[in-house]
């Protein structure tokens, strides 16, 4: 069992989904930000790791304490309706984002002056071949990969901006001041976040214990083993989700950070204002080097989103995660179409109010977790109680108060 104590043998799903958190809309959304207040939100985005992380955590237990995916415990335990209530909006709202994210794409590879006609549909063949290899752990290898470079790309970025010394600490009740705190508290968490991690550490667990070969056989040894095996797995899951909430919101203030300086009135989905802005203040190379960042974050969260996405739609159904090769398809098509004849002006005000729909939306699947969290007979050990269930709650209450002052 020495092997067995290596908790890091777990490592992959709560990165990812944390970096996935960093996509394209939330790169806009920290872009805008950053051009509007420089670095008077730096402490908001710091206080965000607190509910990024309680959140997470929650969903990345329940997949390891039912082995099952979010979706399938839903249905499991509560009605078939439910499930879809808690669902379908999820699935809608994905797949707008995902014509946001193959804008990202297309935004990215045109400061390398590659056309989007030419861009989007090979990103679309790419993005469809990885999701719908049958082995978690192929795709997970290649996001690995992809969040080491969006990483490195972002942090590039700002080393050849810069630091300068603005103020880091900034407030004024004012409507549009609170709009942004919204949209920052919108992309923060996103529905399809709680599904993916919930059954990409489901996955990960199942695979992993079948290396062990655990077996049904009710011994003493057996029985502790595979308890010290779910253990072991809790732990490395709390430490990985609090790492990747650490590093998601660095890099959003990371973005912030660079677009400080840059004209408020540039239009980010426009290559050139865009490029000629980041030139402005960060020299030549700084476009190319946030061009590979938006293009990582994009292509990853993509990828992320609809798995999780068709994953918790598969498993309410009651069909198996490996039958979601269709919804991948008929998800993603629409949106790279839309994308390609999308005019450009209706980008930046639309991933803003999107980032906002996203807190209404998170209101049912979080609900419906954080009751499940709680419920001693799913959760078994490690369920939900005291301290634990109360911050729980007090971080979708905080989730949900900053979506309903962006509406008044």
Request: overall charge neutral; hydrophobic content about 55%; glycine content about 8%.
């Given at each position: 069992?020495?092997?067995?104590?290596?908790?890091?043998?777990?490592?992959?799903?709560?990165?990812?989904?944390?970096?996935?958190?960093?996509?394209?809309?939330?790169?806009?959304?920290?872009?805008?930000?950053?051009?509007?207040?420089?670095?008077?939100?730096?402490?908001?985005?710091?206080?965000?790791?607190?509910?990024?992380?309680?959140?997470?955590?929650?969903?990345?237990?329940?997949?390891?304490?039912?082995?099952?995916?979010?979706?399938?415990?839903?249905?499991?335990?509560?009605?078939?309706?439910?499930?879809?209530?808690?669902?379908?909006?999820?699935?809608?709202?994905?797949?707008?984002?995902?014509?946001?994210?193959?804008?990202?794409?297309?935004?990215?590879?045109?400061?390398?002056?590659?056309?989007?006609?030419?861009?989007?549909?090979?990103?679309?063949?790419?993005?469809?071949?990885?999701?719908?290899?049958?082995?978690?752990?192929?795709?997970?290898?290649?996001?690995?990969?992809?969040?080491?470079?969006?990483?490195?790309?972002?942090?590039?970025?700002?080393?050849?901006?810069?630091?300068?010394?603005?103020?880091?600490?900034?407030?004024?009740?004012?409507?549009?001041?609170?709009?942004?705190?919204?949209?920052?508290?919108?992309?923060?968490?996103?529905?399809?976040?709680?599904?993916?991690?919930?059954?990409?550490?489901?996955?990960?667990?199942?695979?992993?214990?079948?290396?062990?070969?655990?077996?049904?056989?009710?011994?003493?040894?057996?029985?502790?083993?595979?308890?010290?095996?779910?253990?072991?797995?809790?732990?490395?899951?709390?430490?990985?989700?609090?790492?990747?909430?650490?590093?998601?919101?660095?890099?959003?203030?990371?973005?912030?950070?660079?677009?400080?300086?840059?004209?408020?009135?540039?239009?980010?989905?426009?290559?050139?204002?865009?490029?000629?802005?980041?030139?402005?203040?960060?020299?030549?190379?700084?476009?190319?080097?946030?061009?590979?960042?938006?293009?990582?974050?994009?292509?990853?969260?993509?990828?992320?989103?609809?798995?999780?996405?068709?994953?918790?739609?598969?498993?309410?159904?009651?069909?198996?995660?490996?039958?979601?090769?269709?919804?991948?398809?008929?998800?993603?098509?629409?949106?790279?179409?839309?994308?390609?004849?999308?005019?450009?002006?209706?980008?930046?005000?639309?991933?803003?109010?999107?980032?906002?729909?996203?807190?209404?939306?998170?209101?049912?699947?979080?609900?419906?977790?954080?009751?499940?969290?709680?419920?001693?007979?799913?959760?078994?050990?490690?369920?939900?109680?005291?301290?634990?269930?109360?911050?729980?709650?007090?971080?979708?209450?905080?989730?949900?108060?900053?979506?309903?002052?962006?509406i008044l």
């Amino acid at each position: 069992m020495k092997k067995n104590k290596n908790i890091f043998r777990f490592f992959g799903p709560a990165w990812l989904v944390m970096i996935a958190d960093m996509d394209a809309s939330s790169t806009i959304g920290a872009a805008e930000t950053g051009a509007i207040f420089k670095y008077g939100l730096i402490w908001f985005l710091l206080l965000l790791i607190i509910p990024l992380y309680l959140v997470q955590e929650t969903s990345g237990r329940i997949g390891v304490a039912t082995e099952m995916g979010l979706g399938e415990v839903i249905r499991n335990n509560y009605s078939h309706s439910v499930a879809l209530t808690a669902t379908v909006p999820m699935v809608f709202t994905d797949v707008v984002t995902y014509i946001i994210e193959y804008l990202g794409i297309a935004i990215g590879l045109s400061f390398f002056n590659i056309p989007i006609l030419f861009s989007l549909p090979v990103f679309y063949v790419i993005h469809i071949a990885v999701v719908i290899k049958r082995k978690y752990g192929f795709t997970e290898s290649i996001l690995l990969l992809i969040s080491a470079i969006l990483i490195i790309a972002f942090i590039m970025t700002l080393i050849v901006r810069g630091v300068r010394s603005y103020n880091v600490l900034y407030f004024t009740p004012s409507p549009s001041f609170l709009f942004i705190l919204a949209v920052n508290v919108g992309a923060v968490i996103m529905p399809f976040m709680l599904f993916f991690q919930a059954s990409a550490t489901a996955e990960k667990i199942t695979n992993t214990g079948k290396r062990y070969e655990f077996s049904n056989v009710p011994n003493v040894n057996s029985d502790a083993e595979k308890y010290e095996f779910s253990r072991n797995a809790m732990k490395s899951m709390r430490i990985e989700t609090l790492i990747g909430a650490v590093v998601s919101e660095t890099l959003m203030i990371v973005v912030e950070m660079v677009m400080s300086g840059i004209n408020p009135n540039v239009n980010f989905a426009s290559i050139h204002q865009l490029a000629f802005g980041l030139t402005a203040i960060a020299g030549v190379y700084s476009p190319y080097l946030f061009g590979i960042g938006l293009i990582g974050a994009a292509f990853l969260a993509l990828i992320v989103m609809s798995m999780g996405s068709a994953w918790g739609f598969m498993e309410v159904l009651g069909m198996g995660r490996e039958k979601s090769s269709v919804v991948y398809i008929l998800e993603s098509f629409p949106a790279v179409v839309i994308a390609l004849i999308l005019p450009e002006a209706y980008l930046i005000k639309g991933v803003l109010y999107l980032l906002v729909i996203f807190i209404f939306v998170l209101i049912g699947p979080g609900i419906l977790m954080g009751l499940i969290a709680r419920n001693r007979n799913i959760m078994k050990e490690f369920y939900s109680s005291g301290f634990r269930e109360f911050a729980y709650w007090s971080s979708l209450i905080f989730v949900l108060i900053f979506g309903i002052i962006a509406i008044l």
